[in-house]
């Protein structure tokens, strides 16, 4: 599985940014779909994911403001992220869970600055 993360960039402070991950094969079968963060010097971390049911979760410090979709007949997530903080700057990566393995995306720069 292949999955390819898009839609990162630069951004004041209280801007808006979407990313996106289109898969090469079917979400259908998906167990999982998230997103992960790593800034510099720091360990990589779980910002938020989706199952295959569409239940959602996040992590405390962007709920209200990130909210994660996926649009299945495209092979896609999204990460709608709002309200961004300098201390949201990061490498984002997309994960894939199937039952048959785990996959990452080649990772997208989000970087807050004014």
């Known amino acids: 599985v292949q999955l390819q993360a898009s839609g990162g960039g630069l951004v004041q402070p209280g801007g808006s940014l979407r990313l996106s991950c289109v898969a090469s094969?079917?979400?259908?079968?998906?167990?999982?779909m998230a997103w992960y963060r790593q800034a510099p010097g720091q360990q990589r971390e779980l910002v938020a994911e989706?199952?295959?049911?569409?239940?959602?979760a996040y992590a405390d410090s962007v709920k209200g403001r990130f909210t994660i979709s996926g649009e299945l007949s495209k092979n896609t997530v999204y990460l709608q992220m709002t309200s961004l903080k300098p201390e949201d700057t990061a490498v984002y990566y997309c994960?894939?869970?199937?039952?048959?393995?785990?996959?990452w995306g080649q990772g997208t720069q989000v970087t807050v600055s004014s």
């Open positions: 989706i199952t295959g049911s569409g239940g959602t």
């Open positions: 994960n894939a869970v199937f039952f048959i393995g785990s996959w």
């Open positions: 094969e079917s979400l259908f079968s998906v167990k999982t």
